[in-house]
T-cell receptor
Framework: QQKVQQSPESLTVSEGAMASLNCTFS??????FRWYRQHSGKGLEMLVS????GEKEEGRFTAHLNRASLHVSLHIREPQPSDSAVYLC??????????FGTGTSLLVDP | GGIITQTPKFLIGQEGQKLTLKCQQN?????MYWYRQDSGKGLRLIYY???????QKGDLSEGYDASREKKSSFSLTVTSAQKNEMAVFLC?????????????FGPGTRLTVL
């Protein structure tokens, strides 16, 4: 069964400094890896979806996937206070099912 | 664009009570999902429905029933609420297809059991 772990549990960065979040998974045969953001009291918003090893950029959000290392990361360029939220990594298995990590709580200080 | 509506936003129940949560989507998506989110445990899939009239168990289906009344709506029933239970239930929908498995999420229903 796929296991997904995220680190760090919480992260504080200054506005404008790069924020880097990590996610490791146990089964590298999954075909899709995603990063979601969840503001307090809100639903999930998908930021980046990546299928192949390498890099995928969506605006200020860049995901790096390395299946051999069982690792996918998210880098947020020039973070703003409005980016303060919980960031969730998810791995797709068997079509419809997503396995989620427990999240990284990001605080961006103005 | 579309939207997913979940009702109620907050649900307070008593131990042993049967509680129903509702979800509506106007994306015209085929597939709908119910997830449970507990603090420190991420999201876990309870039930999903690939198309209207379909129902599939997720990893956490025990203690729950689900019903796909029509394409746009998907309900979840907590069959017997557990004392001190607190969680957020998130509904999502998606359209099949490799690049379109993106799941759109509702804002959630927060459950508290007294």
């Amino acid at each position: 069964q796929q296991k997904v772990q995220q680190s760090p549990e919480s992260l504080t960065v200054s506005e404008g400094a790069m924020a880097s979040l990590n996610c490791t998974f146990s089964d590298g045969t999954s075909d899709n890896f995603r990063w979601y953001r969840q503001h307090s009291g809100k639903g999930l918003e998908m930021l980046v979806s990546i299928f192949s090893d390498g890099e995928k950029e969506e605006g200020r959000f860049t995901a790096h996937l390395n299946r051999a290392s069982l690792h996918v990361s998210l880098h947020i360029r020039e973070p703003q206070p409005s980016d303060s939220a919980v960031y969730l990594c998810a791995v797709r298995n068997m079509g419809y099912k997503l396995t989620f990590g427990t999240g990284t709580s990001l605080l961006v200080d103005p | 664009g579309g939207i997913i509506t979940q009702t109620p936003k907050f649900l307070i129940g008593q131990e042993g009570q049967k509680l129903t949560l509702k979800c509506q989507q106007n994306f015209n998506h085929d597939t709908m999902y119910w997830y449970r989110q507990d603090s420190g445990k991420g999201l876990r899939l309870i039930y999903y429905s690939i198309t209207e009239n379909d129902l599939q168990k997720g990893d956490l289906s025990e203690g729950y029933d689900a019903s796909r009344e029509k394409k746009s709506s998907f309900s979840l029933t907590v069959t017997s609420a557990q004392k001190n239970e607190m969680a957020v239930f998130l509904c999502a929908s998606s359209m099949p297809g490799r690049s379109s498995y993106e799941q759109y999420f509702g804002p959630g229903t927060r459950l508290t059991v007294l």
